[in-house]
């Protein structure tokens, strides 16, 4: 798989570091001449100097045969173009963005761009879930979080102990994946019992959350 | 007719004080606002400080009712993404923008954005210019 990251900043060198390290085919491309000789000092043969958004320098970076373009600037106008003159002028199937200001999330879905990562969210979430425990951790949002995975913990008082899940009535658009029990991991089916300190992990629209919550958390 | 500009520079600023001096409702926008120096003295239109790539400062400048955006920072990434706000979230039937790389001025004239692209059009004014008979001297 061949992946271009557009930017060779700490996200675009740390992120092309893991890719090499995993095996991808892997370029960068950075603008100032001093960072993409940094990255090559680090990284190898993996760097080329020049403006992303430019298609010349996407043409020359082979883009033509990219699966992934990434683009992972400081900002968020750069980022979208990038991403955008990759998906029209060579056809790269996937492009992802590292957008800066959340509140562009949904305007570059909109905008064709089929991922985004928000340093912001992804560190409020966190933050969220490291000072209001309540039972439930989203493991991973995806589709420009309209679909998450989360993991629950069933609670005592929750209606669903005890129960099959074949007869729990649960939210439309959720589906449970695997349950932990202690040392466990049970695939479910739907007649297998919850038991109170289940971790369920369930794949649920983000707008199910509260009321998946509800139901196994039951507070 | 209400307009609403992104960018003061030189081209931002004399067509703000154009559309101004004939009566049109104009907006402007810029990042840094020293740049409404380059405003006419008596520019009656409205000058806000801000991005306009952000949805907030184009609320701000009420876009809603626009029936016209330009997007004219130096800039092509940044006119050409407040372009599309403009068109695909505010709807305003008239969005142009500046582009100075001449392959992405194509790319995105297909998306209902006017590209001017003044490499091209300065490049062939120029060979125009070329072309032309020189003038005699008397």
């Known amino acids: 798989m061949y992946v271009i990251v557009v ?11 893991n890719l090499v390290d995993q095996g991808f085919e892997v370029l960068v491309i950075e603008r100032q001449p001093a960072k993409a000789e940094a990255i090559r000092e680090h990284l ?12 010349s320098v996407l043409e020359a970076a082979g883009a033509v045969r990219a699966d992934v373009v990434i683009a ?27 957008v800066n200001n959340p509140k562009n999330e949904q305007l570059f879905k909109r905008l064709g761009i089929d991922a985004t990562v928000s340093q912001t969210n992804v560190l409020l979430h966190l933050i969220e879930q490291r000072l209001i425990p309540d039972g439930l951790t989203r493991l991973l949002t995806l589709q420009h979080q309209e679909i998450e995975i989360v993991e629950l913990k069933v609670g005592a008082d929750s209606p669903v ?9 649960l939210p439309p658009d959720c589906v449970f994946s695997a349950i932990n029990r ?9 007649q297998t019992r919850l038991e109170a300190g289940d971790d369920v992990i369930a794949v649920t629209r983000t707008e199910r959350e509260s009321e998946l919550r509800r139901l196994l958390v039951g507070v | 007719m209400r307009v609403v500009i992104v960018g003061c520079g030189r081209v931002g600023a004399h067509i703000a004080s154009a559309l101004d001096r004939r009566g049109d409702d104009v907006t402007i926008i810029d990042i840094n606002p020293n740049a409404f120096t380059r405003l006419d003295e008596d520019f009656s239109g409205l000058a806000i400080r801000g991005t306009g790539i952000d949805e907030d400062v184009l609320r701000s400048a009420n876009i809603t009712s626009a029936d016209a955006f330009l997007a004219v920072t130096n800039r092509d990434n940044t006119n050409l993404m407040a372009a599309q706000v403009a068109r695909e979230v ?22 209902g954005i006017i590209t001017i692209c003044p490499t091209t059009t300065i490049s062939n004014l120029l060979l125009d210019a070329l072309e032309t008979p020189p003038a005699r001297r008397s």
């Not at chain 1, 190898?44 to 992303?52: I, L, W």
């Not at chain 2, 505010?90 to 001449?102: E, K, L, M, S």
Request: aromatic share 8%.
């Open chain 1, 7 to 17: 930017g060779g900043g700490k996200v675009g060198y740390y992120l092309a570091w």
């Open chain 1, 44 to 55: 190898g043969a993996v760097v080329m100097v020049g403006d992303g958004a430019e298609a």
């Open chain 1, 72 to 98: 992972t600037t400081g900002e968020d106008e750069d980022n979208l173009i990038v991403c955008q003159v990759a998906k029209r002028r060579f056809d790269v199937e996937r492009v992802i963005a590292r």
């Open chain 1, 161 to 169: 102990v005890g129960r099959r899940l074949s007869e729990i009535r």
């Open chain 1, 182 to 190: 202690g040392e466990h991991i049970i695939i479910p089916t739907g």
């Open chain 2, 90 to 111: 505010f709807g305003v039937p008239t969005v142009a923008a500046r582009v100075y790389d001449p392959v992405r001025a194509e790319i995105f004239a297909n998306l």
